[in-house]
Nanobody, 115 residues
């Protein structure tokens, strides 16, 4: 069965950094593009970043370009999101999933950017 387990969130000050991880199982991870999403309180979930199956192609939302980096390790069935220069507007629950044809969502990991 498909499982997506996000980790690495926490409380960080503006300008700080966090590295999120998503451990995937139950499907052929190496053949799947993967994405990170986030959902702020009272707002709809939005796409943050995507990466191709071998990591050669990436795409980012305009709001995070130059600050976030998505990567993957297919040997570990894991996708990462390195977040630098964090802003209060980055606060939210972060999720990973396959784009377009999504699997059941994991619980996500909470990122809070505040002084």
């Amino acid at each position: 069965q498909v499982q997506l387990v996000e980790s690495g969130g926490g409380l960080v000050q503006p300008g700080g950094s966090l590295r999120l991880s998503c451990a995937a199982s139950g499907f052929t991870f190496s053949s799947s593009a993967m994405s990170w999403y986030r959902q702020a309180p009272g707002k709809e979930r939005e796409l943050v970043a995507s990466i191709s199956n071998i990591g050669g192609g990436t795409n980012y939302a305009d709001s995070v370009k130059g600050r976030f980096t998505i990567s993957r390790d297919n040997a570990k069935n894991t996708v990462y999101l390195q977040m630098n220069s964090l802003k209060p507007d980055d606060t939210g629950v972060y999720y990973c999933n396959r784009p377009r044809q999504s699997y059941p969502w994991g619980k996500g990991t909470l990122v809070t950017v505040s002084s």
